[in-house]
């Protein structure tokens, strides 16, 4: 594999070679704890050549508040074919993508200046954190709505924005506040402002999938006469994705994951890949760390490379 000048004395767990087999763990997870920026590139392509030097430049500068992750799209094809199947867009490298807690939330292709690689990563570790006493407040506003006082959570969150509009764990904490609420309307509507520096982050994105699941959950089938009608007929995929549905409405998460991921795995193109889009859908809302999440995107990916 083409070395782009590493520095052999570096912190070994900071700049990686990336394999199918360790993306989930260097980038998906290791991004819970820290922003990893994955380098898809090819030995031929000559801006790879000079990109990746600045690119592993700019992280060693960042003393850890970054991670890095090389992935060759020649020796890694099938791993590049499934991510660009869920949307990253890898027809041409260098393409750089940022991950902040397991999802991508900013990119950039060909070989750019070192000033605005250093942007893109000061982007990321402020995606990442908070300062000024913010992250604190955030903590007790998470606290509040796990304890049910939905409104003083909703009023602490707002505060956080009145302080930092572009916090996109208040605005999604806020969003979250109105569902607890029954507010679906409300919740949507303050996403639909979101400043356009944190419209797509993982804390926005998470709150848009827990919207989608809130309607899908008013239109949810009764919960036995689905799981007859499944039991009745194992291959009626309609009735399986519908008792899905209810079964997560339900709240019984991990179930409705068992019934999706039991129906891509029977056929994975039905109703243009239903079960995967809505298996995303669930992943999204919930935290990168939860095991529901973690277990369900280890066995959908082994699914997909198959």
Known sequence: MLEFGTDAAAPADLIKDGTEASFMADVIEASAEVPVIVDFWATWCGPC????????????????????????????????????????????????????????????????????????????????????????????????????????????????????????????????SHLAMDQIDEAEALLNTAPDAIFNAPEIEAARAQIELARQAAGAGPLGELEAAVAANPDDHQARFDYAL??????????????????FKRDREWNDAAAKTQLFTIFDALTPQDPVALNGRRRLSSMIFM
Do not use: C
């Open 49 to 176: 050549k000079t990109l990746g030097p600045m690119l592993e430049k700019a992280v060693l500068e960042s003393k850890g508040r970054v991670k890095m992750v090389k992935i060759d799209v020649d020796a890694e094809q099938r791993l590049a074919g499934a991510l660009a199947q869920q949307g990253l867009p890898l027809q041409s490298i260098p393409t750089v993508v940022g991950f902040v807690e397991g999802r991508p939330v900013d990119m950039f292709q060909g070989a750019v200046p070192e000033s605005q690689i250093k942007d893109f990563i000061k982007k990321l570790t402020d995606m990442a954190g908070n300062d000024g006493g913010l992250g604190e407040a955030l903590e007790a506003a998470e606290e509040m709505l796990t304890q049910g006082a939905v409104a003083d959570a909703a009023q602490t969150f707002a505060a956080i924005l009145g302080e930092e509009p572009e916090n996109a764990a208040a605005m999604g904490g806020l969003a979250r």
């Open 246 to 263: 209810a079964l997560h409405a339900d709240g019984n998460i991990e179930d409705a994951v068992e019934q999706l991921l039991d129906l």
